[in-house]
């Protein structure tokens, strides 16, 4: 691809993204309540767990502002990735209705066209309250001022954001073979989700490999964090700064799934 061609398609982008937006913005009250509901019901996520803390003191050994550390990195990443990869998701239905047959005629990029198809702005209240609860546990551990720890706060979030936005890129690509795909998609985006709230080395063995082999959260969240909050177990600087890039990678391979799946689609016929 041409430096020229990737200035268009990234102009074109931003160009259905503004639509996306300004439709959205059309109902401005209606906006800032889906804002608020969001920001609202993840909050109460997070009460979940300062009840359990509240009630426990730690868990193994890890205190509730370092858990907030695990919390505030995933769930930004993941209201990133929610944010922009609604196209994906509305995959199978497409594929159902017929309607993706016409994405493949358009004379654009598929995943491009996908990408601008709608920007969830709603999804800022989930951001918001994981960089409020992050800035939280930033002050209750004394982290200060420090450009490589926030270097690394930004990078282990983009590369979370990459992991969440590539699992439903495959959840798209499972769709050319069975449009029942949704549930096992949510098991690893929702339920990824969940996991990255807490300290991976507090699950079971066969757990932290899958999701540190196969699923590289704890790459893109645990070892960073680990390094963040200055934790005895952090592995070297370097690790610390490579590990993010874990997720750009998976990112990297689903696109080259998505690809391999295009190229067997054969419609529906409709």
């Keep these: 691809m041409s430096l020229s061609q990737f200035a268009n398609d990234a102009a074109l ?8 937006m300004r439709g959205q913005m059309q109902y401005r009250a209606s906006f800032l309540m889906l804002v608020a509901g969001t920001f609202a019901i993840s909050f109460l996520e997070f009460g979940a767990v300062w009840i359990m803390f509240d009630r426990f003191g730690h868990l193994r050994g890890w205190s509730l502002a370092e858990v907030a550390v695990f919390y505030g990195l995933v769930n930004s990443g993941f209201a990133l990735a929610e944010a922009t990869s609604r196209g994906f998701e509305h995959v199978p239905e497409a594929i159902r209705s017929g309607t993706f047959d016409r994405v493949l005629l358009r004379p654009r990029s598929i995943v491009l066209q996908l990408l601008g198809q709608e920007l969830q702005l709603r999804r800022v209240g989930r951001l918001g309250q994981g960089l409020l609860v992050l800035g939280w546990a930033w002050q209750e551990l004394g982290l200060g001022f420090n450009p490589a720890r926030l270097g690394l706060t930004v990078l282990a979030i983009l590369g979370s954001a990459s992991l969440f936005y590539a699992l439903s890129v495959l ?17 690893l985006t ?12 507090i699950y079971r063995d066969n757990f932290r490999r899958f999701f540190t082999w196969i699923v590289p959260l704890a790459c893109v969240t645990y070892y960073p964090a680990l390094a963040i909050i ?12 490579l590990a993010p890039l874990a997720g750009f990678a998976f990112l990297a391979v689903s696109l080259r799934l998505w690809r391999f799946g295009v190229r067997h689609y054969r419609s529906t016929g409709s």
């Excluded at 339920?191 to 080395?201: E, K, M, S, W």
């Design 171 to 187: 959840q798209g690509m499972m769709s050319f073979w069975t449009t029942e795909a949704l549930e096992i998609a949510n098991c």
């Design 13 to 20: 982008c931003c160009r259905l993204m503004s639509v996306s």
């Design 230 to 241: 200055g934790h005895t177990d952090a592995p070297v600087s370097l690790n610390s700064w």
């Design 190 to 201: 929702h339920g990824g989700n969940f996991v990255g709230q807490y300290p991976i080395a």
